[in-house]
Nanobody
Framework: VQLQASGGGLVQAGGSLRLSCAAS????????MAWYRQGPGKQRDWVAR???????NYADSVKGRFTISRDNAKSTVYLQMNSLKPEDTGVYYC?????????????WGQGTLVTVSS
């Protein structure tokens, strides 16, 4: 299984970014997908999850600002991030196989860095 995350970068507070995670060597449509992030000096935290059926869940800190979606035809999961805040800064990881909210699956991508300046 390979998960390739992209789309990170430097953005000012209030701005937007869209992260992508392309999966390969996996029957993508059968897997729940999730995004996690790890801020500087912090543990890796769950951000959002989308089930194989399309149901979504979000951490309270991003609810109303972030949107997770998936395109099964492209084996890709997205994270649209709006109204970004400096505290959203961190490395964002995609994850495959999450059995339930906040519990990660066993497959991780390499991470993409998001930096939000104040």
């Amino acid at each position: 299984v390979q998960l390739q995350a992209s789309g990170g970068g430097l953005v000012q507070a209030g701005g937007s970014l869209r992260l992508s995670c392309a999966a390969s060597r996996i029957r993508f449509s059968a897997y729940s997908m999730a995004w996690y992030r790890q801020g500087p000096g912090k543990q890796r935290d769950w951000v959002a999850r989308i089930g194989y059926c399309g149901s979504t869940n979000y951490a309270d800190s991003v609810k109303g600002r972030f949107t997770i979606s998936r395109d099964n035809a492209k084996s890709t999961v997205y994270l649209q991030m709006n109204s970004l805040k400096p505290e959203d800064t961190g490395v964002y990881y995609c994850n495959a196989g999450s059995p339930t909210t906040v519990v990660p699956g066993k497959y991780w991508g390499q991470g993409t860095l998001v930096t939000v300046s104040s």
